[in-house]
C-alpha cells in the first residue's frame, strides 16, 4: 500500500479509480500519464462497462486491476460505489479519474495534501480543456476550475451560493472515512 508523509506525521493510504466505457485514444494518453507521474507501485482500479474498444486491453496491459461490468449497469454513483466497496478498509483516500482526464505532473501529491485538514472530505482537482477543444468547453472549463486552490464550508454560502458544494468527478478524491 502507498503512504503519503508530509511533515513526518502525516499518512494516508490512497489508490485510483476509474470508470471507463471505450475509451477510444485519449484514454492511451491517460493510462500512459498515470505511468509517467505516479508512484511505480499505485493501484489502479478499473472497472470498465464492457467496452467494444480496446480500453480493457490497455489498461491489463499497463498492469492495472480491471473488472468488467455490462454497459447495462453502468451508472456515475454506483459504479463509482462499486470501485470503493472493495477497499474501503484497506485504503483512506480514493482518487476518480474519468478515462477522458489526462494527469499532468504531481497530480497525486496535489490532490492528496489537501487531507492534512482533517476537516477536508472530498477535493477535485483543475480540469482544462483538451487541445481540440471549442471556445465554450474551454470557456467553461477555465471558469469551473480555477488556478487558485480554495476550501468552502457552510460559511461559503451566503458569498458563493451553489458555487458552496461543486464538485467534480472528473479528477477528484474522497477520504472513504466520510
Given at each position: ?27 492511451q494518453s491517460v493510462v500512459d500519464n ?144 466520510v
Amino acid at each position: 500500500l502507498l503512504n503519503v508523509i508530509l511533515n513526518n506525521e502525516f499518512y494516508m493510504r490512497y489508490y485510483v479509480a476509474i470508470p471507463t466505457y471505450n475509451g477510444g485514444e485519449i484514454w492511451q494518453s491517460v493510462v500512459d500519464n498515470i505511468k509517467k507521474y505516479a508512484p511505480d507501485d499505485i493501484f489502479v482500479h478499473v472497472i470498465d462497462s464492457s467496452s467494444k474498444d480496446n480500453t480493457a486491453e490497455i489498461a491489463n496491459k499497463a498492469l492495472f486491476d480491471v473488472v468488467t461490468i455490462p454497459s447495462s449497469n453502468f451508472n456515475h454513483g454506483g459504479t463509482r460505489n462499486l470501485a470503493v466497496n472493495n477497499f474501503i478498509n484497506e485504503y483512506d483516500i480514493v482518487i476518480f479519474l474519468t478515462q477522458d482526464s489526462i494527469p499532468q505532473s504531481g497530480f497525486i501529491e496535489k490532490i492528496i495534501e489537501v487531507f492534512e485538514d482533517e476537516q477536508v472530505a472530498c477535493a477535485y482537482g483543475r480540469q482544462l480543456p483538451h487541445s481540440n477543444a471549442n471556445p465554450l468547453a474551454t470557456h467553461a472549463r477555465y471558469f469551473n476550475y480555477p488556478e487558485k486552490n480554495y476550501v468552502c464550508g457552510l460559511e461559503n454560502i451566503p458569498k458563493m451560493g451553489l458555487k458552496t458544494v461543486f464538485m467534480s468527478n472528473s479528477f477528484s478524491a474522497y477520504r472513504l472515512s466520510v
